[in-house]
């Protein structure tokens, strides 16, 4: 993980968003973590890097709306995400 983290951050924390959101639930403990995380310092890097290799045409906005639990935890995340994009 030091390697890959090392080579391509906005990669790596993009690899761990899909796994995070991928199968039948999702690891709300690691989406927090990354989404709060990074906001402030590279999520929308972070966002463009996962929509190209993991979007498969789906924005990470869109990616979160599908996976993740409906109700206040879901847009609390949509909204964090969407700082600075607006």
């Known amino acids: 993980k030091i390697i890959d983290i090392s080579r391509n951050r906005h990669s790596f924390f993009a690899q761990l968003l899909f796994q995070s ?13 990354i989404i ?3 906001s402030s310092i590279d999520l929308g890097e972070i966002s463009a890097e ?27 995340l949509l909204r ?5 994009s607006e």
């Open 21 to 33: 959101m991928k199968g039948m639930s999702t690891d709300d403990a690691m989406l927090i973590r």
């Open 50 to 76: 996962f929509s190209q290799k993991y979007g498969n045409g789906k924005t990470l906005l869109q990616f979160i709306k599908a996976n993740a639990r409906k109700g206040t935890y879901r847009d609390i």
């Open 36 to 38: 709060v995380g990074r």
């Open 80 to 84: 964090i995400r969407s700082i600075g």
